[in-house]
């Protein structure tokens, strides 16, 4: 088994000392290791932290190979400090039954470069009307905990109730997208002043906080986990903070891009900034980060969502909602966290390693950085600057809203159980 | 000038005045018996049309010819949304056959925009209406409409400061409403919007004007009162209970029309919707100016190609035609 040493790191940007890994797992945590034949990297100036775990991410793979695929999406996961992802079942097929998860769980072993873990649909085709096999999807080689039909709202009032219900058997949770559908017939962006300017379909904050709001009583009743996914709006944060303090057991992430952008962006019309939930204004970006900091949101997750250029390059009403973000997410949470002074790197850890891990029950992920747990590591070098160049990304995708813009910080090193996925900033 | 006309609110005030005195110079051509300048032969102007729209693609056919420039019509009917790139297709291929400036309709907002900004075409275009976002000429039409009615046809140079016009209707989907609002506000008129709170934009609070819901009050003080066109498939997404309550609210008929002042004006992008939103009595009667908004279309959108494309002389010579052949 080959040992390395990773000499000289901040870890989790506290006090630098050296971290040994033998085989699987850290050897040791100390200063003044000693190197014996190890492999030594020279980590000083950078930040050690666990490897980030991505609770939200879209492979693609099967159904939009030329979008992502398992293979690629992983390779910009490692690039990214990730070694865990979760992939959402909006694939063709949809991943609803055992035997698309066990797919692409394997491809995932396959890869090599980040654990992939299936969240199975919660209902038939996401078509929110028949659950779908929680249970056997869940008892399958993938071990579905997380179960989302992403992309869609599970609107259906009982459905939700049902799901909610349902996975308790086995410590499910389920992933809400919340999203009214009769609120955001023909949206493409936020509704308010720039979408009024615009003439753009307006997609109100009401349809989300609705949702959200009926989701934790629905959690509450029932006595389940509710995670929201992707909070873009100031209310829905109010909302959370409300149920978080009433007890309900409801977590909530935040992507890196509704911490940076806002609709003043669309005045370009560029489809590059077409997501969904689409961005919000100034006042709720700010509200987000109070709420990420403050724990209100729980974790940061990408929402990672690869388009090809043709889907992208044509008029707003034509083109594909979403934007790739596993391997800007870092430097976006550097920018808008820690260089404001909200979050200190032990706070980044947790909102996208350790919390992460612990709401997906990622196994062996998201673990302190100590001797006897699993080396899945990530080296940062903070003091990196430098222009977002997409040509360079991993992903099959380039759909990216920070081409050309200055962002800080550089993953150097990815570890994946001891192994090395990514050495300065070059995938292995 | 700018290269492109892509929204009323790109336009400065100076740019719109310029506009309109062209437009004016325009107007005096197509009065003359041989009505057609030679300001754009040779060049090649393709009206591209994604959406149905024949009146205004007839207008600008009009106006294109008038200049003597070749025209090329393009309809690609409904096929762009479902299929994301064929906007882009067609730009290139428009790009190759070397056309000197494109006139677009496209029901995507931003359309235009995109295709003047993309990169994946260089010659000027000319947003001729996209989704509900801008028809900068019909608004340049209408302003010119109400100059000519409201200051007088000797206004060159003039904006419309002091004007207090009205819009009535379905804002929310309405590009004319928007264009308008620009526009007007650029010009120094005073905007009223009236509209049921449910056609009323999220937002609307930050426009350049002012909002109500009572025609009446609004229609005391209005110079010129422009009615919206409400579409028929909003009736069943619950914008307002019935066609009779609508028009009881919202409508133009005589009555109402009596309440404005003397030299008040009535208009309407057409087509109209007789009954519901406007009376056959308002319609027909000489305050409405459908008719010459129609014909004044023709004469901005010369204005427009001409500007965009001929450069900043002026179209016809300066001398004033003082035969007043014309009157
Ligand atoms: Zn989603």
Redesign the interface.
């Known amino acids: 088994m080959s040992t390395i040493l990773i000499r000289g790191a901040k870890v989790l940007g506290g006090d630098v000392q050296d971290v040994l890994i033998d085989g699987e797992t850290i050897a040791a945590v100390g200063t003044g290791l000693d190197a014996g034949d190890a492999t030594v990297v020279d980590a000083e100036g950078q930040i050690l932290l666990p490897g980030l775990v991505d609770l939200h991410t879209h492979l693609r793979e099967p159904g939009r190979e030329d979008s992502e695929t398992v293979l690629t999406g992983t390779r910009a996961a490692a690039r990214g400090g990730y070694t865990s992802v979760f992939a959402m079942a909006n694939t063709f097929p949809v991943a609803d039954t055992a035997g698309v998860v066990e797919q692409v769980w394997r491809l995932g072993r396959e890869s090599g470069y980040c654990d992939v873990q299936p969240i199975g649909a919660v209902t038939v085709g996401l078509e929110g009307k028949q659950l779908a096999e929680l249970g056997a999807m869940h008892d399958s080689a993938a071990g579905v905990t997380v179960f989302s039909d992403d992309g869609k709202c599970v609107h259906d009032a009982v459905i939700m109730r049902r799901a909610l219900e349902y996975v308790k058997a086995f410590g499910g949770v389920v992933a809400q997208h919340a999203q009214e559908p009769r609120l955001t017939e023909g949206a ?1 962006m936020n ?12 997609w ?1 904050a009401v349809a989300e906080e609705s949702i959200i709001a009926r989701d934790v009583l629905l959690a509450e009743h029932v006595g389940s986990r509710v995670h929201i996914c992707h909070l873009s709006t100031a209310g829905s944060v109010e909302i959370v903070r409300w149920a978080k303090s009433r007890g309900i057991d409801v977590t909530a992430e935040v992507t890196p891009h509704h911490l940076l952008l806002t609709d003043e962006l669309v005045r ?3 489809p590059v900034y077409k997501v969904n939930p689409p961005l919000r204004t100034e006042k709720d970006v700010m509200a987000l980060r109070e709420a990420l900091a403050d724990g209100t949101i729980d974790i940061v997750a990408t929402d990672h969502a690869p388009h090809p250029h ?2 992208k ?8 909602m979403g934007m790739v973000g596993l391997e800007t997410a870092l430097s976006v949470v550097q920018h808008t966290m820690v260089e404001t002074g909200l979050l200190d790197w032990a706070g980044v850890a947790d909102r996208m390693a350790h919390k992460p891990a612990e709401i997906g029950r990622a196994q062996g992920h998201g673990r302190p950085v100590s001797a006897g747990e699993p080396a899945n590591l990530t080296l940062v070098d903070p003091a990196y600057r430098g222009e977002v160049n997409p040509a360079g990304f991993a992903s099959r995708s380039r759909n990216t809203p920070y081409e050309g813009r200055e962002l800080p910080g550089r993953v150097t090193h990815t570890f994946l159980r001891g192994r090395a996925t990514l050495v300065d900033g070059k995938l292995a | 000038m700018m290269r492109h006309l892509i929204s009323a ?1 790109d336009l400065t005030r100076d740019d719109a005045v310029l506009i309109l005195d062209t437009t004016e110079e325009m107007a005096r051509v197509s009065d003359r018996p041989i009505k057609k300048l030679p300001a754009l032969r040779g060049r090649t102007i393709c009206n591209l049309f994604f959406e149905d729209s024949t009146r205004t693609r007839i207008s600008f056919e009009a106006a294109e010819k008038r200049l003597s420039a070749d025209v090329i019509n393009f309809a690609a009917k409904g096929s ?6 064929s ?2 297709d067609t730009a290139q291929t428009l790009e190759a056959m070397g056309v000197d400036a494109v006139v677009i309709r ?6 235009p ?3 003047a ?2 990169g994946w075409i260089d010659a000027p275009v000319i947003n001729a209406g ?5 028809h900068p000429t019909q608004a340049l039409l209408d302003a010119f409409t109400m100059r000519r009615r409201l200051v007088g046809e000797d206004a060159l140079g003039q904006d419309l400061t002091g004007k207090r016009i009205t819009l009535v209707g379905d804002v929310l989907h309405s ?1 004319v409403a ?1 264009s308008n609002v620009d526009l007007l506000h650029t010009l120094g008129a005073d905007v009223t919007l009236v509209a049921p709170p449910t056609l009323l ?4 609070e ?2 350049t004007c002012d909002v109500s819901y009572d025609l009446d009050a609004v229609l005391l003080k209005s110079d010129a009162v422009m009615m919206l066109r409400v579409q028929r498939e909003r009736m069943n997404a619950a914008f307002f209970p019935t066609e009779r309550e609508y028009s009881r609210r919202y409508g133009l008929d005589g009555e109402r029309m009596a309440k404005m002042p003397e030299h008040g004006i009535v208009m309407h992008p057409g087509p109209m919707v007789r009954g519901m939103e406007i009376t056959a009595e308002v319609a027909d009667s000489d305050r409405c100016t459908v008719v010459e908004q129609v014909a004044n279309g023709v004469h901005t959108r010369m204005a427009v190609l001409y500007l965009l494309l001929g450069g900043n002389e002026p179209a016809v010579s300066h001398a004033r035609p003082t035969d007043s052949e014309n009157k």
């Open positions: 493409q509704e308010g002043v720039v979408s009024a300017e615009l003439g753009l379909g307006g109100p370009s019309y560029n043709e889907d390059d044509c008029e707003w009403a034509a083109a594909a | 609110a762009s949304v479902s299929k994301g790139e906007l882009k496209h029901s995507a907002s931003g359309a925009y995109r295709l900004t993309s996209d989704g509900t976002h801008q590009r928007r934009p999220v937002g609307v930050h426009w």
